[in-house]
């Protein structure tokens, strides 16, 4: 059984775009598998939306193809785009009307799409409640989903979002990540989401492609970001009093973690307690390990100071903006 190759979902080999004499795109090749919430990162201007716009035939490709299920953007259009639901710059909504009727709408234009499939993708991005109201009343996060509900309604295995955080709050962000998270799990779609934020795609993505003028610097797992080697520093807040029995039993327990204390108020602005090299999934045990041995654990969380400085040296910048 497992002589059986995939074939990933969308495929970009050697794109290029030039504009006038002008390289926009240079040469991009990398491959989404199914069931991936894929991200493209780079300043703006880095080419980001170019590359959509060729992905979803808005643009032409000067060379290079582009396949989404193994058909190509340039010779086989129309199956290569069935299979993609997009939203390149905001998506058109009617303000005065129901989220229902915006969808209703749209359906009229997709052959085939019932008023089931209706009410499926309103309880995939959960507007169920909502769905009657004028979207005009909607928060810039439920307009989002509604786009998202709007781009799902034809079944497509692939989603394009260009930019989709733009102008969400912290809480709207999250709830698009739950929201993306759940359709590749439960629908196997694939995402690519482009962004120019660091933090936000490190909370979205499954990997990361790096644009920098038009170039694809590199495509790395979120993990591979933090640490090379897979593990990730983890601080757990422990009172200072305890810190020095909490490291001893960490390392009794966990020979190979690699521990240090962490004195509170530093320049980092963390509290105080240990920062332990880990594996994510080995968190939920050392949390344990300490409960059981008395000490009490008032946070945990994930350092991820080192990602945007690992961004930095892999584009050799200053800045990411």
């Known amino acids: 059984m497992e002589h059986i190759h995939h074939e990933p979902l969308v495929r970009l080999h050697g794109v290029t775009k030039r504009i006038g004499g002008k390289t926009i795109i240079d040469g991009i090749s990398f491959d989404v598998p199914h069931g991936e919430v894929f991200g493209f990162l780079g300043p703006n201007g880095a080419g980001k939306t170019t590359t959509i716009r060729m992905m979803v035939g808005l643009m032409s490709i000067t060379e290079?193809?582009?396949?989404?299920?193994?058909?190509s953007i340039r010779t086989e259009f129309e199956q290569a785009i069935r299979h993609v639901g997009a939203i390149v710059e905001n998506p058109e909504m009617y303000k005065f009307?129901?989220?229902?009727?915006n969808l209703l709408h749209f359906a009229r234009m997709s052959p085939g799409v019932t008023r089931e499939r209706i009410e499926e993708v309103i309880a995939l991005v959960g507007l169920e409640n909502r769905i009657h109201e004028k979207v005009k009343t909607y928060s810039?996060?439920?307009?989002q989903r509604l786009g998202i509900a709007q781009a799902l309604l034809h079944k497509p295995s692939l989603l394009i979002l260009d930019e989709p955080t733009n102008g969400l709050d912290p809480a709207g962000i999250r709830e698009l990540r739950d929201h993306l998270r759940r359709l590749t799990r439960e629908e196997g779609i694939s995402v690519i989401v482009s962004s120019h934020l660091l933090a936000e795609m490190e909370l979205m993505c499954d990997r990361i492609?790096?644009?920098q003028t038009g170039r694809l610097i590199d495509v790395r797992a979120i993990g591979e970001f933090v640490r090379d080697d897979g593990l990730q520093p983890v601080l757990f807040e422990v009172d200072g009093g305890q810190i020095a029995k909490a490291e001893q039993l960490i390392r009794a327990v966990f020979p190979e973690a690699e521990v240090a204390a962490q004195p509170g108020g530093g320049a980092d602005g963390l509290a105080e307690g240990l920062v332990v090299?880990?594996?994510r999934e080995r968190i939920a045990d050392i949390n344990s390990e300490l409960v059981k041995g008395g000490?009490?654990?008032?946070g945990i969380r994930i350092v991820t100071k080192s990602l945007e400085d690992k961004f930095l040296?892999?584009?050799?910048?200053?800045s990411i903006a």
């Open 295 to 298: 000490i009490r654990v008032s």
């Open 313 to 318: 040296e892999i584009t050799g910048r200053e």
């Open 140 to 143: 810039l996060g439920m307009r």
């Open 97 to 101: 009307l129901s989220g229902y009727h």
């Open 277 to 279: 090299q880990i594996e």
């Open 64 to 71: 290079g193809e582009i396949f989404i299920q193994g058909k």
């Open 209 to 211: 492609a790096i644009l």
